[in-house]
Protein backbone atom coordinates (compact mmCIF):
# COMPACT_ATOMS: atom_id res chain seq x y z
CA UNK A 1 0.00 0.00 0.00
CA UNK A 2 0.86 3.66 -0.39
CA UNK A 3 3.37 5.11 2.14
CA UNK A 4 3.52 8.92 2.98
CA UNK A 5 6.76 11.01 3.98
CA UNK A 6 5.62 14.68 5.54
CA UNK A 7 8.29 17.30 5.09
CA UNK A 8 8.50 20.79 5.35
CA UNK A 9 7.84 21.25 9.28
CA UNK A 10 10.37 23.66 10.93
CA UNK A 11 10.66 26.86 13.12
CA UNK A 12 8.91 30.19 12.12
CA UNK A 13 7.70 33.23 13.71
CA UNK A 14 4.69 34.31 14.74
CA UNK A 15 2.96 35.53 11.16
CA UNK A 16 5.14 33.64 9.33
CA UNK A 17 4.49 30.66 6.44
CA UNK A 18 5.38 27.13 6.13
CA UNK A 19 4.49 24.79 3.33
CA UNK A 20 4.23 21.14 4.37
CA UNK A 21 4.57 18.56 1.52
CA UNK A 22 3.59 14.75 1.37
CA UNK A 23 4.99 12.78 -0.59
CA UNK A 24 3.47 9.20 -1.49
CA UNK A 25 5.40 6.02 -2.44
CA UNK A 26 2.91 5.24 -5.23
CA UNK A 27 0.05 6.81 -7.08
CA UNK A 28 -2.69 8.54 -5.13
CA UNK A 29 -4.59 9.42 -8.62
CA UNK A 30 -7.59 7.06 -6.97
CA UNK A 31 -7.38 8.11 -3.56
CA UNK A 32 -9.83 10.22 -2.93
CA UNK A 33 -9.95 11.01 0.50
CA UNK A 34 -6.72 12.39 1.86
CA UNK A 35 -6.12 15.24 4.48
CA UNK A 36 -3.70 16.49 7.46
CA UNK A 37 -4.32 16.71 11.01
CA UNK A 38 -2.37 17.82 13.99
CA UNK A 39 -1.73 16.74 16.88
CA UNK A 40 -0.02 19.45 19.95
CA UNK A 41 1.64 17.95 23.27
CA UNK A 42 -0.85 17.14 25.32
CA UNK A 43 -3.87 17.41 23.43
CA UNK A 44 -5.67 14.88 20.42
CA UNK A 45 -4.99 15.05 17.00
CA UNK A 46 -7.49 16.99 15.11
CA UNK A 47 -8.59 17.63 11.50
CA UNK A 48 -6.87 20.25 10.04
CA UNK A 49 -7.99 20.16 6.48
CA UNK A 50 -9.37 17.97 4.25
CA UNK A 51 -9.77 16.76 0.00
CA UNK A 52 -12.14 14.30 -0.49
CA UNK A 53 -13.36 13.90 -4.27
CA UNK A 54 -11.45 17.35 -5.24
CA UNK A 55 -13.86 19.33 -2.71
CA UNK A 56 -11.29 20.75 0.34
CA UNK A 57 -12.89 21.84 4.26
CA UNK A 58 -10.79 23.04 6.67
CA UNK A 59 -10.82 23.31 10.41
CA UNK A 60 -12.37 26.87 11.62
CA UNK A 61 -9.43 27.59 13.41
CA UNK A 62 -7.34 27.38 10.14
CA UNK A 63 -10.07 28.67 7.47
CA UNK A 64 -8.46 31.79 5.34
CA UNK A 65 -4.70 31.08 6.57
CA UNK A 66 -4.05 27.14 5.33
CA UNK A 67 -5.03 25.89 1.72
CA UNK A 68 -4.66 22.05 0.93
CA UNK A 69 -3.42 21.53 -2.43
CA UNK A 70 -2.62 17.76 -4.55
CA UNK A 71 -0.46 17.50 -7.18
CA UNK A 72 -1.14 13.99 -8.83
CA UNK A 73 1.33 14.00 -11.42
CA UNK A 74 3.60 14.43 -8.54
CA UNK A 75 2.33 11.90 -5.85
CA UNK A 76 2.51 14.72 -3.75
CA UNK A 77 -0.09 16.59 -1.14
CA UNK A 78 0.44 20.39 0.02
CA UNK A 79 -0.68 22.26 2.62
CA UNK A 80 0.38 25.85 2.85
CA UNK A 81 0.13 27.76 5.98
CA UNK A 82 0.01 31.65 6.26
CA UNK A 83 -0.59 33.89 8.89
CA UNK A 84 0.76 31.24 11.53
CA UNK A 85 0.42 31.39 15.19
CA UNK A 86 1.78 29.85 18.28
CA UNK A 87 -0.95 27.94 18.82
CA UNK A 88 -0.74 26.20 15.37
CA UNK A 89 2.47 24.41 16.82
CA UNK A 90 2.01 20.76 16.54
CA UNK A 91 2.91 17.80 14.74
CA UNK A 92 1.52 17.59 11.17
CA UNK A 93 0.28 14.16 9.78
CA UNK A 94 -0.54 13.75 6.03
CA UNK A 95 -3.07 11.24 6.24
CA UNK A 96 -5.41 9.01 3.41
CA UNK A 97 -8.48 6.58 3.22
CA UNK A 98 -9.59 4.15 1.21
CA UNK A 99 -12.13 1.13 1.74
CA UNK A 100 -9.02 -1.65 0.84
CA UNK A 101 -6.45 -0.13 3.43
CA UNK A 102 -8.73 1.76 6.02
CA UNK A 103 -6.74 5.06 7.08
CA UNK A 104 -2.97 5.48 6.80
CA UNK A 105 -0.34 8.10 8.05
CA UNK A 106 2.60 9.22 7.56
CA UNK A 107 5.32 9.73 10.43
CA UNK A 108 4.25 13.73 10.89
CA UNK A 109 6.37 16.51 10.43
CA UNK A 110 6.76 18.76 13.34
CA UNK A 111 5.92 22.61 13.16
CA UNK A 112 6.88 25.17 16.01
CA UNK A 113 5.81 28.66 15.75
CA UNK A 114 7.63 31.52 18.25
CA UNK A 115 5.43 34.47 19.56
Known amino acids: QVQLVESGGGLVQAGGSLRLSCVAS????????MGWYRQAPGKQRELVATIINNGTDYADSVKGRFTMSRDNAKNTLYLQMNSLKPEDTAVYYC??????????WGQGTQVTVSS
Open 26 to 33: GSIFSIND
Open 95 to 104: TYWTLRTGAQ
